[in-house]
């Protein structure tokens, strides 16, 4: 085995294995678990928003496929990048709904009020303009209904940005702080995830399934 292949199927096994981590990461890294559950049905609420615009819109998907960020789904029919931004905004727009019902109807309950303000944090962090995340999604969906491709340079550069800052913010928050895993599980999920997608590891054919949400 060449060391090129050695070395992909390395960060393959890595980022096969790192989303099982990001789950113990989370449900044991809270001092409250009830606030690891209610993270995890925030996650579920925004999928299933993603999965009922799929619904509405007739596409004609695959099922949905666990992922440290959520699921990804395949596409067995091609779907009109108008169809596909509906998709994409669908999650986070049920998070932030659910935030604003939950917050005007909650009656002061301290639980409801943390459920409110995580589905917030989930519907508005997926709006990132970072690399498997729905906003970056939305905006390379933009830039190819302009056959912009310097656009598409730009957002992967701003994604790959945010993502290394962001990963060395969690290093610091669990040196500091004692805590970050979750981010650090995610975020070096994302940049594993991306070099092993790189021209110089593997062949160029491997890629291109068309896993989107």
């Given amino acids: 085995m060449s060391n090129a292949r050695l070395y992909n199927w390395l960060l393959h096994l890595a980022n096969e294995l790192l989303p099982m981590l990001f789950w113990i990461f989370l449900i044991f890294g809270f001092d409250q678990p009830y606030i690891a559950v209610l993270t995890m049905i925030c996650a579920l609420i925004h999928e299933l928003g993603h999965y009922s615009a799929i619904l509405l819109l007739k596409c004609n998907t695959g099922a949905p496929v666990g992922h440290i960020s959520g699921f990804r789904i395949k596409e067995r029919s091609i779907i009109s ?106 975020f070096i999920a994302i940049i594993l995830g991306e070099m092993r997608k790189s021209p110089f590891l593997t062949n160029r054919e491997n890629f291109g399934e068309n896993e989107r949400f």
Avoid: C, Q
């Fill in 81 to 186: 990048y108008r169809n596909e931004i509906i998709i994409l905004l669908s999650g986070p727009l049920a998070n932030i709904l659910l935030a604003t019902v939950i917050l005007i109807f909650s009656g002061g309950s301290e639980y409801m009020k943390v459920f409110s303000l995580l589905n917030l944090v989930t519907g508005l962090s997926n709006l990132l303009p970072i690399k498997t995340y729905d906003g970056y999604s939305v905006l390379t969906r933009l830039a190819l209904l302009r056959d912009d491709h310097r656009l598409l340079r730009l957002f992967d550069l701003i994604s790959a940005s945010l993502s290394i800052t962001i990963l060395f913010l969690s290093l610091y928050m669990m040196y500091r702080l004692n805590s970050g895993y979750w981010l650090f599980g995610i």
